[in-house]
């Protein structure tokens, strides 16, 4: 079993960034994908990025791509993710989760959420 904890939320303007950090401990942080996701008031949760187990293969919903970026530092058991250029509609409550098998990823563990307000 893998323990999340999420940070690094908070109210931005338009045009602005975050970074997000997410850490792990428990079971090896390393042999786990990781992924960010989001849920906006009466909204479904939406993947919004994940990463590979060592870093190498990265996915972007279309929403974020260009303006995101995720990235993990194995030695410190932590998946980051760093948004620029933030939009209203990033708004949202942010959760990590830890994947297992291949992709599609199985997402087991999750984090308690972080949320991220983004003021027009």
């Known amino acids: 079993q893998v323990q999340l904890v999420e940070s690094g939320g908070g109210l931005v303007q338009a045009g602005g960034s975050l970074r997000l950090s997410c850490a792990a401990s428990g079971r090896t942080f390393s042999s786990y994908a990781m992924g960010w996701f989001r849920q906006a008031p009466g909204e479904e949760r939406e993947i919004v990025s994940a990463?590979?187990?060592?870093?190498?293969?990265?996915y972007y919903a279309r929403s974020v791509a260009g303006r995101f970026t995720i990235s993990r530092d194995n030695a410190k058991n932590t998946v980051y993710l760093q948004m620029n250029s933030l939009k209203p509609e990033d708004t949202a409550v942010y959760y990590c989760?830890?994947?297992?098998?291949?992709?599609?990823?199985?997402?087991?563990?999750w984090g308690q959420g972080t949320q991220v307000t983004v003021s027009s």
């Open positions: 989760a830890a994947g297992e098998g291949r992709p599609p990823y199985q997402y087991n563990y």
């Open positions: 990463i590979s187990w060592s870093g190498g293969n990265t």
